[in-house]
Nanobody, 125 residues
Framework: QVQLAESGGGLVQAGGSLRLSCAAS????????VGWFRQAPGKEREFVAA????????LYADSVKGRFTISRDNAKNTAYLQMNSLKPEDTALYYC??????????????????WGQGTQVTVSS
């Protein structure tokens, strides 16, 4: 089992920045890929970014490419999502998730094995 806990969400003005953290406990965190997903009210959950266990490979949704950066520190069992140039349309509940190192797509939610409870990000215009 891997337990995940997100933090760092909040209210920010458009153009501002936030850094989300995803703290992991339980099984060896470094064995897992990590993804960030988000869900806005009335919308389906969507992929935001993912990073492989080594941190050597990352993947981003087109909507956040160039603005968001995913990273991880396996020594601290923590992954991060740095969000810059935030827009009102980034408002959502943000979740981190962990995926076993299988050859499955990183941008598909059901491929992930463990999920956190989410942290709210609200961007005002």
């Amino acid at each position: 089992q891997v337990q995940l806990a997100e933090s760092g969400g909040g209210l920010v003005q458009a153009g501002g920045s936030l850094r989300l953290s995803c703290a992991a406990s339980g099984r060896t965190f470094s064995n897992y890929a990590v993804g960030w997903f988000r869900q806005a009210p009335g919308k389906e959950r969507e992929f935001v970014a993912a990073i492989r266990w080594s941190g050597a490979s990352t993947l981003y949704a087109d909507s956040v490419k160039g603005r968001f950066t995913i990273s991880r520190d396996n020594a601290k069992n923590t992954a991060y999502l740095q969000m810059n140039s935030l827009k009102p349309e980034d408002t959502a509940l943000y979740y981190c998730a962990a995926k076993r190192p299988l050859a499955t797509a990183q941008n598909i939610g059901p491929n992930y094995d463990y999920w956190g409870q989410g942290t709210q990000v609200t961007v005002s215009s």
